[in-house]
């Protein structure tokens, strides 16, 4: 008897084992109890699904750049200002005549001059329109007043330009040769202080986002320059704080050549292209190639929710 007893017995441990199993098993496919998914009683680990990732804002960075473009001169640089790195085409370090761009030096420069003092009504206008119009004969009267080649002697010394030269006769701005890669150096100083100084710095970035008229607004001494560096960013780029920038743009008969330079300075960077190319081609083609490098250097690169103006360069 007792064989059978222990038999019978067995039976019912098992039959009483295997109905508690059973809600044991039902929590844990069903998450309920302690003993659920992800719970003290272990089985698949409950990992919360990944948050979607947000892309990295555009800004600028080096990158590769190509333009048809088959001028006498045509040459790039773009700063890192968090790093200081400079990068760009090959000739970055060749120059260019430095025309109506380098007003941007020579105003700052006339109010790190001033320091304290305050600025006059004339004056003030004649910077205004130095920059805003690129108007020559505000930039000069404030040259003039700046004792004209040490102007230029302080821009080399105090933003360390390496590749600078300055023309040997009467030391004339426009004149100035100048390469992209102290281009972006001077767009750094002006940005950081050291060209005008802590009270002046805020005024001149700011008057070089106001800068107006396109490139078929040109008079005798003075012209349009809202074009070239500015049209070739997204949107996304120009709603992250001020583009300042400061065209410069003159056809030389000596040469029967347009000399275009391109420079924009924002908290993060600095971007300077810099061309000459045939009488023939018209200031429209420079500040497309301008348009255009600013355009490749985007990061990331443009796709679906981020759509960048192209701009289609021609033969010359």
Known sequence: MRPRVT????????LIGGVMLVPAAYARLSG???SGIGGIGGGVANVPAPAPTTPPPPTLAAGPVAVNFNGAFFSWALMDRESGKISGAKNMAS???????????????????????????????????????????????????????PVLDRLIKLCKLTDTKIEPTRAKWA????????????GDCIGDGTAAGPKWTKFV???????????????????????GIIDGLPDEIKAQGPVSIKNGFTMLWADVQWHVNCLAVTDKWTLAVMLRYPQKSGLDYGAKVCASVATQLVTPQPG????????????L
């Open 304 to 315: 679906a929710a981020l759509k960048v103006p192209q701009q289609p360069i021609g033969k």
């Open 95 to 149: 120059t260019n005549s430095t025309e109506s761009m380098i007003k941007a030096w020579i105003v700052s420069d006339y109010l790190h001059q001033l320091g304290d003092k305050p600025l006059s009504a004339k004056r003030k206008q004649e910077i205004v329109t130095a920059i805003r119009d690129s108007n020559d004969k505000s930039a000069e009267s404030l040259y003039n007043a700046g004792g004209r080649r």
């Open 175 to 186: 004149y100035t040769q100048m390469s992209p890669r102290d281009a972006v150096r001077m």
């Open 32 to 34: 309920d109890g302690l």
């Open 205 to 227: 970035l700011s008057e070089m986002t106001k800068v107006r008229g396109g490139v078929k607004d040109q008079q005798t001494t003075q012209g349009g320059g809202r074009w």
């Open 7 to 14: 038999m019978v017995l067995a039976i019912v441990a098992v």
